[in-house]
């Protein structure tokens, strides 16, 4: 009888467990450390995709709350028809102390295959087909073929600690993105906002914390393998309260996904960004990112900054490390960019 009554009180304990091990979610208000990705745990609204944080198509659109080594460590809501990610979701606290890890494997989330015994990304077999999300199978030739590698959506130059850096290494992460454009543009703007996060992005503590968002809007018909969809266009947003200003910032940035030369990306208002993506779904204006608190208009001018400055001529390495700044066809050691920025 007593061996009875503890298997009943175990079932009902397990019953009671938040859903912690959820991997693939109905929301993601059903995993409170997945929510707190979004600033007050309100999720983008994109019209016909993901409305008041609610799927609009559950048989296409996931919900994944990215767990690695049993720690949540960023959301995304994931494409399976177009098998690339509508958007990752983060919370950025300083660039990582490690080094960015080596011989990394490229992982899957088990559960868009119908697994459910595992809540843990995985490591890609290299050689199977998955049938709702893109595989290392994929990328075989992408380069020589049709030009595009593998381009983070949340990168790992923004993860904080080395696990979080190799978490950023899942395909649900992942979208093919022209080469020239991933090791150019969008890397230099990457680094830029590293720095940017850095320094505007600190509370009454001193302590770094922002939210962002990056996304991409998907190509009607241009796909790698017939079977992953080359999007048009990424963007990016991030917002956070800046302690010496007193009041929220915010910031957006987004790109063709073409072959370009190695010019800069333009900061631009989430008002602006908003505008961009209302085009790409469907008109109504009902785009919105962050909540109301993050500014949709002006860029403050106070923010140390701006378009033009020093390090948009930074060549980086790809732990986002200023190495040397190109100046009309020169380049200045790292040691000099601070002197510049400071008679900026």
């Not at 799927?55 to 709350?65: A, E, M, S």
């Not at 809007?217 to 917002?239: E, G």
Request: hydrophobic letters at 35%; a negative charge.
């Amino acid at each position: 009888m007593m061996g009875v009554l503890n298997h009943l009180s175990t079932l009902l304990l397990l019953s009671l467990l938040p859903p912690a091990l959820s991997h693939v979610v109905e929301k993601f208000s059903d995993v409170p450390q997945c929510q707190n990705f979004f600033l007050d745990g309100t999720t983008p609204n994109l019209p016909g995709i993901l409305v008041g944080g609610i799927v609009q198509d559950q048989n296409r659109y996931k919900l994944i709350c990215q767990l690695f080594n049993n720690i949540y460590r960023f959301a995304t809501l994931y494409d399976t028809t177009n098998r690339i990610p509508v958007f990752s979701a983060y919370t950025f606290t300083g660039p990582p102390t490690d080094c960015r890890p080596k011989h990394q494997p490229w992982m899957i989330e088990p559960q868009l295959n119908g697994e459910t015994n595992s809540p843990e990304m995985q490591k890609d077999s290299k050689e199977i087909e998955y049938p709702k999300q893109a595989g290392n199978n994929d990328y075989k030739k992408s380069i020589p073929i049709k030009g595009v590698n593998r381009g983070h959506l949340f990168p790992c130059s923004h993860a904080h600690d080395l696990d979080t850096q190799k978490s950023t290494f899942t395909l649900t992460n992942i979208v093919p993105q022209v080469v020239s454009f991933n090791n150019g543009r969008w890397k230099k703007m990457e680094c830029k906002v590293q720095t940017t996060l850095k320094l505007n992005c600190k509370d009454a503590n001193d302590q770094i914390k922002a939210y962002v968002v990056t996304g991409a809007v998907p190509s009607s018909n241009n796909t790698l393998n017939n079977r992953v969809n080359i999007p048009d266009l990424m963007w990016t947003a991030y917002c956070c309260y800046n302690n010496n200003l007193k009041q929220w910032v915010a910031q957006a940035h987004w790109g063709e996904n073409q072959k370009e030369d190695n010019k800069t990306l333009p900061s631009n208002t989430l008002s602006e960004l908003y505008d961009m993506l209302d085009r790409h779904y469907g008109g109504g204006g009902d785009v919105q990112v962050f909540p109301d608190q993050c500014p949709t208009a002006d860029i403050p001018r106070a923010l140390p900054l701006r378009d033009g400055d020093v390090y948009d001529h930074c060549v980086y390495d790809d732990d986002c490390v200023c190495s040397s700044v190109g100046v009309k066809g020169y380049y200045l050691p790292v040691v000099l960019v601070s002197v510049l920025v400071m008679m900026m």
